[in-house]
């Protein structure tokens, strides 16, 4: 069924595309979805053991090939199915298969801890499965949001099911395709589509141990109480408010790409963006110029094209939520210094499409709604700052602690303004770089766990301790 999908992507172009496979993976195959209630579990046990599989299947490989051969077809479908541009679905895709690539090295060096005790008797500890775990993605990355919860998923030995997006369903289903061309046993990884109800049930179900959530701050909070009421283990990667700071020391061209990279990657729908920009006022003028110049400049229109550098927003309402954010930003004093309307392309088969023009807000307070709430769409807010000590404060002051960022040519301000910043990431002189060996997460109310790095092992996997006695046992009685 896949490859009948990745066939026709070559002749397929923006808007066009209709799907009519099933977008169920369950068993190793496309499945109809049924429709009599409770018809069938909703999780599929991993068949056998499995701990080391991932290593296994990749081991025989100098790469993941299929998503390597594929990665032009896979990525042309992943723009149809989002709207982001093909240059940043290209990178999508290779980051998928350099993070099961990771996991699949990580698997085969899963060690637990040798302890010696008294007498001659020890105690070791080793990782073991959870079971089936319950994967909820979101729809600004839907293949590689897959990837990074499925990977360390299948290292540490569990079983996946995976609830893509109801806005983006189709990438997930490749991806299972893939795993499954690789050898990974039918069951191990399932997609499932469905929209909330589906949610609840899979948060809901006795038999999965883990849920790992990507999306919003209020799906987030009845994720953890559904998923608390069967004591399952939750990782939550939700919003953020981030803040970049550049201070008037730094490298103002590198200061500028950062900021167009911390705000307008995937039409600004990145849950990481720093979409607080504070400019130390001594250079305000000057980064003013210069971001509003380069944001004029990008291309906005049909994604598939090499040359565009913005695609459209995901749905109608999600469009005119963000376009309703600038309308009240412009009531509450800001000024748009670029940007912030609907965007129509010349493409007539494009013309109804969910395009905006990026927004640059200037004359903003730290009190404003643009300012304080996530908007996900493409608006920068820029506000001046004074002093280290001060944006540092106002910068924090935020429920949110998903990301943050700071240019300076000053080392030791870097480091000190990375450690007072309560975020679960800092940028020093770049933004919104993802590499698979680095922990990625939130503070506050951005969220717990981690996603990628060794240390997303730990949140796949239970520690089990074994004391082993070698002599005789104590008699207290």
């Not at 979805?33 to 999780?43: S, Y």
């Not at 003013?288 to 090499?306: N, S, Y």
């Not at 954010?325 to 609907?342: D, I, N, P, Y």
Request: glycine share 10%.
């Amino acid at each position: 069924m896949a490859q009948a999908i990745l066939d026709v992507m070559p002749g397929a172009s923006t808007g066009t595309v209709q799907v009519s496979d099933p977008l169920n993976f369950w068993a190793g195959k496309r499945v109809e979805p049924r429709q009599q209630k409770n018809a069938e579990p909703v999780f599929e046990p991993a068949t056998g053991d499995c701990f080391f599989l991932l290593c296994l299947i990749w081991s025989k490989r100098d790469k993941p090939l299929a998503l390597v051969e594929k990665r032009e077809k896979i990525a042309k479908l992943e723009v149809i199915n989002n709207g982001k541009s093909i240059t940043e679905a290209l990178v999508d895709i290779d980051i998928a298969w350099q993070c099961i690539e990771y996991y699949a090295g990580l698997a085969g060096a899963l060690a637990g801890q040798h302890v010696q005790l008294p007498g001659g008797a020890f105690a070791y500890t080793r990782r073991e499965p959870l079971g089936v775990c319950v994967g909820i993605g979101a729809w600004n990355y839907p293949f590689q949001i897959a990837a990074w919860k499925s990977a360390p998923a299948l290292a540490c030995g569990n079983a996946m099911v995976f609830k893509p997006s109801p806005f983006t369903p189709v990438t997930a289903v490749i991806l299972a395709e893939i795993y499954k061309e690789a050898g990974v046993p039918d069951g191990l990884f399932c997609v499932v589509q469905g929209g909330a109800e589906t949610g609840t049930i899979l948060c809901q179900h006795p038999k999965v141990a883990k849920v790992s959530f990507t999306g919003s701050v209020p799906t987030g909070k009845k994720v953890m109480e559904m998923s608390a009421k069967g004591v399952k283990q939750v990782t939550l990667e939700l919003g953020g408010k981030s803040p970049l700071i550049i201070f008037k020391d730094c490298d103002l061209e590198n200061a500028v790409r950062g900021a167009l990279m911390a705000n307008f990657l995937t039409q600004g729908q990145v849950c990481c963006n720093g979409t607080r920009v504070f400019v130390q006022k001594d250079i305000m003028p000057q980064f003013l110029e210069e971001v509003v110049k380069r944001t004029k400049a990008i291309l906005v229109g049909d994604p598939l094209l090499d040359s565009t550098r913005m695609g459209a927003l995901i749905n109608k309402p999600h469009l005119e939520k963000v376009l309703g954010f600038v309308s009240q930003a412009k009531l509450q004093g800001a000024r748009v210094l670029c940007g912030g309307e609907r965007f129509v392309p010349s493409d007539p088969k494009l013309v109804n499409g969910y395009f905006m023009s990026p927004c640059v807000l200037d004359n903003c307070r730290d009190d404003m709604t643009c300012v304080k709430e996530e908007i996900f769409g493409p608006v920068m807010s820029v506000l001046p700052f004074d002093t280290e000590e001060e944006v540092v404060q106002r910068a924090n002051n935020t429920t949110f602690g998903l990301a943050s960022g700071v240019f300076t040519r000053d080392i030791s301000r870097a480091h000190r303004v990375a450690e007072n910043l309560e975020a679960g990431t800092c940028f020093i002189n770049n933004y919104n770089i993802s590499p698979v060996e680095v922990p990625f997460g939130g503070y506050k109310m951005s969220g717990f766990g981690r996603e990628n790095g060794q240390v997303t092992i730990e949140y796949y996997s239970q520690l089990k301790t074994v004391v082993v006695e070698m002599g005789d046992v104590d008699n207290y009685f």
